[in-house]
């Protein structure tokens, strides 16, 4: 009687919540909490900061943390969730949304966190966070079983100049470390400073492993002979950063923490399964001020070269006859911004009146600066290639100096080995008449019983008999027209770039120069073009087999240049672009 009793009650529950709508919802109050994840954190170690609220329609974050020296996270989310449950008779839903937050802290010491901001429902908010500080403290532990060194930065440097950052860091040997990462706020955050490809970390015959920094990247890190502190044996890894100041203002770098972690109990063994324990060990934080390059005593020719630098030179030949095209090969190299400073102009230069400067190539790599310069010698009477000044900015005394190559002796031969007025263009020599098929007249010679009638016959005939000739040979092409004169300039200049090419990729540059000569297009067109496949593109099918011979020489070269195969002989080179050349002309 009594189990009916209280079915017959519940029954009756049912049909008066039915009679008044259904289920009971919606009796759960608005409620937001910021709660960190502890209120006591190591030097390092991250803080997370988690904003719920509880049964409201919508909601958002406005407004987080600031704190100096306390590194906010992105916010991340919001997260949903739902559920309802039947309790005491009434069914009850219920809403979350969720936001979290890291907070990572770059000193020792207590932090205050104020409130954060929160729209609920269209109304803004603050919450108190709780715990409302932040207390930090250091690892000594960390500190005795790792360490981190940043190491060989200057105090002090001028605008443009590279500086070095060598990051040093290792563990106990007797760790079972399973996993290792750097928190360093500064890297690749600082504004007003670049990084640059410098010396000093080379990775040829070492272990590279491979760092995490800031969860963001994976940087590779030399492993060094292990070291012993106070007894104990270290496991030692090396990475080392060349950075360039762009302006002149202090560059702070926080504190910089490396994470590394064993599992606890020190087993192997099953690892996905256990706790791991945590370490941190930290660097100082540290300042480089950089000081603006000084205006007093600054030369005109001044191209912004800053840092230590030495020059060097070679020329690709000494014997050379007027007219023709030599290389001035010039390295500038050592602790400088060498990527980021003017090249000195010969065409400027008083000292290169007796050449023509054609132009120059400039490359970079690391602390290398290569240019070679294109010059032709217009007379016997140049002896020698001069030096090529350069002004430079040296830090370690504080001046400008100037750093000149040494003059290279050049003797230098009577007659034209190019045609000048071709190889200099129109633009600067200004259109010329072609007058090598005019020939003049020995009017002395005439016999003065000629009347001016017959001269002027005689005159008439050579002229009518010059043009025939001239016709007839340009049918064929004319063989001193400026494009026939440009291709044997290019059989020469070919002849002479593979005698100065030093491997087989200037080789290969070479023959893909002559070959876009030939071909009339730009002189990086033929850099990996296949021949055969250009030589069935443009309908040269008189061209095909010499196209095939060429592209087995342009693929030898290729392989050679990545140490695959043995590059061909000049001969061989020569003898495949001619071929080529002739087919593709007829």
Known sequence: MQRFTEWMNRVLLGLLVLGFGGPAFGQNQVSVKATLSTGLAKLG????????????????????????????????????????????????SRSSLSWAVTLTPNRAGEFDIPAVVVEIDGKPQKVPVTPPKLTVVKDTVGDQLGFLEVLDTPKQVFEGQPFPVRLRLGWAQKLQVTQAGLRLPWWGTQSGVLEVEGPGFSQRGKKIQELPVNDRIRVPFTQEKSVRIDGELYHVFQNIRTLVATRSTDLEFPQSTLVFAEVAGGS????????????????????????????????????????????????????????????????????????????????????????????????????????????????????????????????????????????????????????????????????????RDVHGVDVDAVDQAISTKGLVGTLFAAILGWLILRIQVRKHGDPDSQARRRLRQAERKLRKDLAAAKDARDSSLALCHYLAIQTGEDSEAWVGRDALGWAQDNGSNSALDAATELKKVLNALDEAAYHFGSAPDRSSIIKAANNFAKQVAA
């Open 268 to 435: 192997r063994s099953m690892r996905s399964r256990q706790r791991m324990r945590e370490y941190f060990a930290s660097a100082e934080p540290f300042e480089v001020e950089v000081l603006p390059i000084p205006e007093e005593g600054r030369p005109f020719e001044w191209g912004g070269a800053v840092g230590t630098l030495k020059a060097e030179r070679r020329l690709n030949a000494r014997d050379v006859v007027a007219g023709e095209t030599i290389q001035l090969d010039v390295t500038w190299s050592g602790m400088a911004n060498i990527e980021f400073f003017d090249v000195p102009d010969l065409k400027r230069l008083s000292a290169f009146e007796g050449f023509r400067v054609l132009g120059h190539d400039d490359s970079h790599l690391g602390m290398e600066r290569r240019v070679v310069y294109e010059l032709v010698p217009l007379t016997s009477e140049v002896s020698e290639v001069p030096a090529v000044p350069l002004w430079v900015f040296n830090p370690e005394t504080e001046a400008y100096e100037l750093l000149e190559t040494k003059p290279v002796p050049l003797r230098v031969a009577e007659g034209q080995g190019l045609d000048l007025g071709d190889a200099f263009g129109e633009e600067e020599q200004g259109e010329k008449i072609d007058l």
């Open 45 to 92: 170690q991250a803080v997370q900061l988690r904003i719920t609220v509880d049964n409201a329609k919508n909601a958002r974050v406005l407004k987080l943390p600031i704190v100096e020296d306390l590194e906010v996270g992105p916010l991340k989310g919001p997260d949903t969730s739902r559920f309802t449950e039947y309790r005491g008779g009434v069914v009850v």
